[in-house]
């Protein structure tokens, strides 16, 4: 075929690496190493001159399909696998920063994320600046002449609020700095920040693309130049991803779109049943028409996502709800076909500091709900009996 395959067929079909039994699926490499014909075929491959494998830390035909599948999604030049979602923060960092250079974050991160950023990334003379996830003020004021990277997450997790992902591309280059935005909430189904002038797309694979709750996985994706100095970082550094990994999460990509599609349907469904309800303080979801960002939302999503953030009146409350749930799984993943019940407050955003904690809006009556493949009907009802 001749004719530039749509990305969703690329997600199916692209990458494959077939072996002479012509099998179907893509096969699993897994093996720490591949052989050398001779000495001089092993010179050859590692001075590049010739296509082939050595090490999987390195390199393995199963991880380079997966790769490949999601730069065709990411609409991305290469893409770098990794053992977690957090493993690619890491190499999103480490591999441009060194001592005495300077980050600007939002502050509505993850809470392990924050944890790193807080605790690691300062350990090593870096310094971060933590500003308002929608206020493009804060984040000018806040670059100084050493500021080599932008980073946030959009929407945040669990309050939904949206970045506005084309003027921090353009602030950061303005500054010579790299803007590195976390796409697991979305996916590259939902959001393509490449696309909207990122530099680096970075996930947490444990979430929507494997959806099931299989397999751990990270991976990073951007320009080839980029993508070159992080794989290098992540084979110094031993971040690999596994192929047995890789492999499950081929097959979670090759259902990635239609379930994205339907999971933002019933969050939206969910989140507008939320707001009827008089136990109910606030809800958070991008998706929700009366969105304070709605515009924004529309322009660089595809979708609302499938986190839905909602108050009760306090922790004693939530915690009702979640003890009393029949259907939502009591589990801290999202992305799943399942639907999840979360309590951040006092599990996600649990090693933040209560100052911090309140600093983000993650309040003690904080519920989330990461909005799987059930019907729909039937979640509303989990819920109502479970409000009360
Ligand atoms: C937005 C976000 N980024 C990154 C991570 C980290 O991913 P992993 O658990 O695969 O290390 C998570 C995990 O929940 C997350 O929610």
Not at 12 to 22: A, D, F, N, P
Not at 153 to 176: I, M, Q
Not at 259 to 282: C, G, H, I, S
Not at 341 to 355: A, D, K, L, V, Y
Request: aromatic share 8%; glycine share 8%; proline share 3%.
């Amino acid at each position: 075929m001749t004719q530039k395959l749509h990305p969703q067929t690329l997600a199916i079909r692209g990458g494959k690496s077939q072996t002479e039994y012509l099998e179907h699926n893509q096969a699993l490499f897994l093996t720490s190493s591949f052989m050398w014909e001779d000495a001089a075929h092993a010179e050859a491959l590692f001075a590049k001159k010739v296509k082939g494998y050595t090490y999987t830390r390195t390199a393995n035909p199963t991880i380079a399909a997966f790769e490949q599948r999601v730069s065709a999604l990411e609409g991305a030049e290469r893409s770098v696998a990794t053992s977690t979602g957090m493993s690619a923060i890491q190499a999103a960092f480490f591999t441009f920063l060194q001592a005495g250079d300077h980050v600007v974050s939002s502050r509505n991160l993850f809470g392990t994320t924050a944890g790193f950023i807080n605790g690691v990334v300062t350990k090593f003379g870096i310094g971060v600046s933590l500003v308002s996830q929608t206020d493009l003020a804060e984040w000018r004021a806040a670059i100084r002449e050493n500021t080599k990277l932008l980073f946030l997450e959009t929407p945040s997790n669990p309050l939904g609020e949206v970045a506005d992902l084309r003027a921090l591309a353009e602030l950061a280059h303005e500054a010579g700095a790299l803007l590195v935005v976390d796409n697991s909430l979305m996916s590259p189904a939902g959001q393509q920040p490449l696309a909207l002038g990122a530099d680096i797309s970075v996930q947490s694979a444990t979430k929507a693309i494997d959806g099931h709750g299989r397999v751990m996985g990270g991976v990073l994706s951007g320009s080839e130049a980029l993508m070159n100095q992080v794989a290098m970082y992540c084979n110094s550094c031993g971040l690999a991803m596994s192929p047995f990994n890789a492999w499950t999460l081929l097959s979670g990509l090759e259902t990635l779109a239609v379930r994205m599609e339907k999971q933002f349907a019933n969050a939206l469904e969910v989140a507008q049943w939320l707001q009827t309800r008089p136990q109910v303080k606030a809800v958070y979801y991008a998706g929700l028409p009366n969105h304070p960002q709605a515009d924004l939302v529309q322009s660089q999503q595809n979708g609302g996502g499938i986190v839905i953030g909602f108050e009760v009146e306090n922790q004693e409350q939530a915690w009702a709800v979640i003890d009393r749930v029949a259907l939502f799984s009591r589990t801290a993943n999202l992305g799943d076909v399942r639907s999840t019940i979360t309590h951040p407050w006092t599990t996600t955003h649990g090693r933040m500091s209560p100052e911090d904690k309140l600093a983000a809006d993650i309040r003690p009556g904080l519920v989330r709900l990461s909005v799987g493949l059930e019907y729909a009907g039937d979640l509303i009802d989990d819920l109502a009996q479970a409000l009360g």
